[in-house]
């Protein structure tokens, strides 16, 4: 079974544009997370869709959004990037929803300059 | 508010030390809870998870960790680190359904 697929796998953006990351579930799992990581902070929640609708959401500004397709695949997208932006952005799936054991992607280096 | 608390931002022990690192969680209701792990350059690989039942759960790699639900710990174990363990560790908790929360991490580091 293939595992969780994020690309691209690193990105290099200037500030004020806007980013388009993606990922690919695992197969069956419905369930789709996003979190951002940063030294110092850990893994924080961005969101989770759940069925193409969006669950949970973490403490982020609205600069940061998503969407998921009916074929599970998420996207991630963030306007007017900022330096501060700069980070592993991370996709996890599992099958039922974040309660549940999450699969994790390698991740997308994001880089604002 | 919802929260996890890792006791240790770096620990460096020497091959064939103990290890224990600490967790924390602020957490209402019935919660399930998981060890992470991250090494140098891969990606997050669950090490265990308590979902019910025998509080002391065992994971791959010889690791295990205790629940216990009095002092809403779950502290991660191994009695004989290698040097292969080198990574950084991360605890979170979920509600049933709910997003996963994780702590900001533990950096392991032994030395060969």
New interface residues.
């Given amino acids: 079974k293939a595992g969780v697929t994020q690309t691209p796998r690193y990105l290099i953006k200037t500030r004020g544009q806007q980013v388009t990351l993606s990922c690919s579930p695992i197969s069956g799992h419905r369930s789709v997370s996003w979190y951002q990581q940063t030294p110092g902070q850990g893994l924080q929640f961005l969101f989770e869709y759940f069925s193409e609708t969006q669950r949970n959401k973490g403490n982020f500004p609205g600069r940061f959004s998503g969407r998921q397709f009916s074929n599970s695949r998420s996207e991630m997208n963030v306007s007017t990037l900022e330096l501060g932006d700069s980070a592993l952005y991370l996709c996890a799936s599992s099958l039922s929803g974040t309660g549940a054991r999450a699969f994790f992607g390698q991740g997308t280096r994001l880089t604002v300059v | 508010a919802q929260s996890v608390s890792q006791h240790n931002?770096h620990v460096i022990l020497s091959e064939a030390a103990s290890l224990e690192l600490g967790c924390n969680y602020s957490y209402g209701g019935t919660v399930?809870l998981?060890w992470?792990v991250q090494y140098p350059g891969?990606?997050?690989?669950?090490l265990l998870?308590y979902f019910s039942g025998d509080p002391l759960v065992k994971g791959i790699k010889g690791f295990e960790a205790e629940f216990i639900k009095s002092k809403f710990s779950f502290n991660l174990r191994k009695p004989s680190v290698q040097w292969s363990d080198t990574a950084e560790y991360?605890c979170?908790a979920?509600?049933?359904?709910?997003?996963?929360?994780?702590?900001?991490?533990t950096r392991l580091h032994i030395l060969p």
């Avoid at chain 2, 979920?94 to 991490?105: H, L, Q, S, T």
């Fill in positions: 931002h399930n998981f992470y891969q990606h997050l690989q669950l998870k991360f979170a979920a509600n049933r359904d709910d997003k996963i929360i994780f702590g900001k991490g």
